[in-house]
T-cell receptor, first 115, second 113 residues
């Protein structure tokens, strides 16, 4: 059973416009959510995270929104740039204390930003 | 600051063999995590080591094991390889916890024939 779902395998956006990547989860016990970006032939790069006690976190062009009642989070990229073209992974973490946790990833969404 | 390095970058093995992959974290980082990436399952968490101890483990069979040395370098071992073990294996390091910013290595591409 997939606990973290990224239902859109791909997304195309015009340069300068907003990119919205979505992620749904089923486990209400997740404490922390993270977004990673991955270019081909490279390892993922951490982008931004949000604690379950918040509903928004912003870092430059990247903003993550969390809607706990809907079990939904989204990553907004404004404005989108061609260099943002990559696969984006959503991840969720349950933390059990004393450094113990479980980390679950979505299958990724491939973003293409068209110049 | 040097990034996370993984060796080897590519590996071809046959079913039944075993394999050891190596990861050198960023200097000063004590948490090392391993992930498996496949087209079908996406990115899956294998395990995390901190101060030479396995602190967290994902849902993988016991054929997958690892260890961490006193210098924080980590190795991952897969015994009795199966075709389904063909994947990109990624290592990531962070200062103390995985929600400190994690830095990933480029991965080791394992092909099992």
């Amino acid at each position: 059973d997939q606990q973290v779902k990224q239902n859109s395998p791909s997304l195309s956006v015009q340069e300068g416009r907003i990119s919205i990547l979505n992620c749904d989860y089923t486990n209400s016990m997740f404490d922390y959510f993270l977004w990673y970006k991955k270019y081909p032939a490279e390892g993922p790069t951490f982008l931004i995270s949000i604690s379950s006690i918040k509903d928004k976190n912003e870092d430059g062009r990247f903003t993550v929104f969390l809607n706990k009642s809907a079990k939904h989070l989204s990553l907004h990229i404004v404005p989108s740039q061609p260099g943002d073209s990559a696969v984006y992974f959503c991840a969720a973490m349950t933390y059990s204390g004393a450094g113990s946790y479980q980390l679950t990833f979505g299958k990724g969404t491939k973003l293409s930003v068209i110049p | 600051k040097a990034g996370v390095t993984q060796t080897p970058r590519y590996l071809i093995k046959t079913r039944g063999q075993q394999v050891t992959l190596s990861c050198s974290p960023i200097s000063g980082h004590r948490s090392v995590s391993w992930y498996q990436q496949t087209p079908g399952q996406g990115l899956q968490f294998l395990f995390e080591y901190f101060s030479e101890t396995q602190r967290n483990k994902g849902n993988f069979p016991g054929r997958f094991s690892g260890r961490q040395f006193s210098n924080s370098r980590s190795e991952m071992n897969v015994s009795t390889l199966e075709l389904g073990d063909s994947a990109l294996y990624l290592c990531a390091s962070s200062f103390r916890t995985p929600w400190d910013t994690q830095y990933f290595g480029p991965g080791t591409r394992l092909t099992v024939l």
